[in-house]
C-alpha cells in the first residue's frame, strides 16, 4: 500500500504571495490532518478532516485554511504569506474517524523569502 | 489534553537499552499513550501505543504503571540508526493529540 504522500515536497515564496500544498492519504484511510513543524514551535496542529468536513482546529489565524475532497485528498492553503510561515509542512492519514495511529508524510518544506 | 514532560536529550551508545520517560500526571480515563519517532526532515512515524501495563512490538516495548501517569518507551539495543526525535502524546482516541518538545536521542559507536 502506497503512503501518505505530498506535492510539491520543496517551495519557495515570497512575502505576500499565497500558497497550495497537497496531501494524498493512504488509500482507504478518510482522517487527514495537517501539523506545522518549525524548529522554534515545534510540531503544531493546524487542522484534521474527516470525510470532507472540518473536525478539529488548532491555534492558527484565518489565513491558513483547508479543505478534503470526496477521495480523502486534501488540500492546505496558506494566504499573504509571511517569513514566519517557512517551516515544513506535513499531513497524516489515519484509517478511521479515531486518530489512533496516524500515518505522516514527507512533508512540504516551505521556504518565504 | 493532558500534558506530557518529556527530557530534552538522552545520548546513548550502540547495543545499548535506551529508556525514555514520559511524565503525563493529568491523564485521563479514556487517554492512550502513544510514541512517535521522528527523523529530519522527515514526518513523524507511529513506533508504539499502549493503555496500561505493558506493549510490545518488533521495534519497542512501552511500560505502563497502574496509576499511569508516566509510561516509559524502551528500545532495546539501539543502533546509529535510532538517532532521532522521540514523541510521546497521550490523548482520548477521537481526539487530536498534541505533539510536545520531544526527546532528542543521540546514539554514538
Known amino acids: 500500500k502506497a503512503g501518505v504522500t505530498q506535492t510539491p515536497r520543496y517551495l519557495i515564496k515570497t512575502r505576500g504571495q499565497q500558497v497550495t500544498l497537497s496531501c494524498s492519504p493512504i488509500?482507504?484511510?478518510?482522517?487527514v490532518s495537517w501539523y506545522q513543524q518549525t524548529p522554534g514551535q515545534g510540531l503544531q496542529f493546524l487542522f484534521e478532516y474527516f470525510s470532507e468536513t472540518q473536525r478539529n482546529k488548532g491555534n492558527f489565524p484565518g489565513r491558513f485554511s483547508g479543505r478534503q475532497f470526496s477521495n480523502s485528498r486534501s488540500e492546505m492553503n496558506v494566504s499573504t504569506l509571511e517569513l514566519g510561515d517557512s517551516a515544513l509542512y506535513l499531513c497524516a492519514s489515519c484509517s478511521g474517524p479515531y486518530q489512533e495511529t496516524q500515518y505522516f508524510g514527507p512533508g512540504t518544506r516551505l521556504l518565504v523569502l | 489534553l493532558a500534558k506530557t514532560t518529556q527530557p530534552i536529550s538522552m545520548d546513548s551508545y550502540e547495543g545499548q537499552e535506551v529508556n525514555i520517560t514520559c511524565s503525563h500526571n493529568n491523564i485521563a480515563t479514556n487517554d492512550y499513550i502513544t510514541w512517535y519517532q521522528q527523523f529530519p526532515s522527515q514526518g513523524p512515524r507511529f513506533i508504539i501505543q499502549?493503555?496500561?501495563t505493558k506493549v510490545t512490538n518488533e521495534v519497542a516495548s512501552l511500560f505502563i504503571p497502574a496509576d499511569r501517569k508516566s509510561s516509559t518507551l524502551s528500545l532495546p539495543r539501539v543502533s546509529l540508526s535510532d538517532t532521532a526525535v522521540y514523541y510521546c502524546?497521550?490523548?482520548?482516541?477521537?481526539?487530536?493529540?498534541?505533539f510536545g518538545g520531544g526527546t532528542r536521542v543521540l546514539v554514538k559507536p
Open positions: 499502549g493503555y496500561k
Open positions: 502524546l497521550v490523548g482520548e482516541v477521537g481526539n487530536k493529540l498534541t
Open positions: 488509500s482507504g484511510h478518510r482522517s
